[in-house]
Nanobody
Framework: QVQLVESGGGLVQAGGSLRLSCAAS????????MGWFRQVPGKEREFVAA????????DYTDSVKGRFTISRDNAKNTVWPQMNSLKPEDKAVFFC?????????????????WGQGTQVTVSS
């Protein structure tokens, strides 16, 4: 069993940066790919980035490549995306999720565990 708690969301101006964090409990965290998704009202949850259990493999949706970097620290059971050059269209609720599949897992239904989400708002 894995429990996930996100933090770090907030309001930032366009061009600014935020670092979200996802703290996990449970021994299986270290064997899971961890992903970040985002969701806006009326739309489906969208894949943003993922990092493999070892941290050696990462994957990003095209719209965030070059701006977001996902990392993890298995000793601290934490995964975080560093989000730079934020745009108004990045505004969403961000969720972290865990899956036993690889970092190229983009479908939310393949993720077994989810946090409660954290709001990111980017002003223009």
């Amino acid at each position: 069993q894995v429990q996930l708690v996100e933090s770090g969301g907030g309001l930032v101006q366009a061009g600014g940066s935020l670092r979200l964090s996802c703290a996990a409990s449970g021994r299986t965290f270290r064997s899971y790919t961890m992903g970040w998704f985002r969701q806006v009202p009326g739309k489906e949850r969208e894949f943003v980035a993922a990092v493999s259990w070892s941290g050696r493999s990462t994957d990003y949706t095209d719209s965030v490549k070059g701006r977001f970097t996902i990392s993890r620290d298995n000793a601290k059971n934490t995964v975080w995306p560093q989000m730079n050059s934020l745009k108004p269209e990045d505004k969403a609720v961000f969720f972290c999720g865990g899956t036993p599949k690889g970092s190229g897992t983009y479908n939310p239904s393949d993720y077994n565990y989810w946090g409660q989400g954290t709001q990111v708002t980017v002003s223009s």
